[in-house]
């Protein structure tokens, strides 16, 4: 069963955690000290907020899946829609490790389609004092999303985090 995901970065990340608490009447599955997520049945959607110094508001959004195969099928839509995409394979962000895709809607909103894998004690696989500020998951707008049908080396590959 797919879930939406929806990141948003805040100003606060506190008064944040607390408005959201009292929105969704629910705390937070992850909190960390730039980070809080809550993965909630009703609505089924897995909602995180970043204080990582990012302006404030929409990050990205996204579908998490549960299996391979999800992950697979819309991999397969996007690739029959022709559409430019980023696909990493045991990427670590968001206290996470996952395999994902990435592209962007024709306003340039990015989205990621994932599986998560497992968790991971950092935001991004790096330490804490060489973790880039501002650094969330999502591709920025300077880094191009890959062509599926271009062959690429490791120099050109990307990652987001």
């Known amino acids: 069963m797919k879930r939406i995901h929806l990141h948003v970065s805040v100003d606060d990340l506190a008064k944040s955690i607390s408005f959201y608490n009292t929105l969704f009447g629910a705390v937070p599955t992850v909190v960390k000290d730039d980070y ?12 995180a907020i970043s204080q990582r110094g990012a302006k404030a508001g929409l990050d990205h959004v996204g579908i998490q899946v549960e299996s391979d ?11 029959k829609a022709d559409m430019d995409m980023l696909t990493q394979a045991g990427t670590t962000c968001c206290y996470a490790k996952s395999d994902k895709h990435w592209v962007q809607d024709p306003s340039g909103i990015a989205w990621e389609t994932y599986r998560t894998l497992e968790s991971a004690p950092t935001f991004n696989n790096a330490t804490e004092q060489t973790a880039p500020e501002g650094a969330c998951c999502a591709p920025t707008q300077s880094i191009q999303l890959i062509k599926r049908t271009e062959k690429t080396s490791n120099e050109n590959k990307s990652s987001c985090c």
Do not use: G, H, T, Y
């Open 69 to 79: 195969e999800e992950l697979s099928e819309i991999q397969c839509r996007l690739e």
């Open 36 to 47: 809080a997520k809550w993965m909630m049945e009703d609505p089924r959607v897995n909602f």
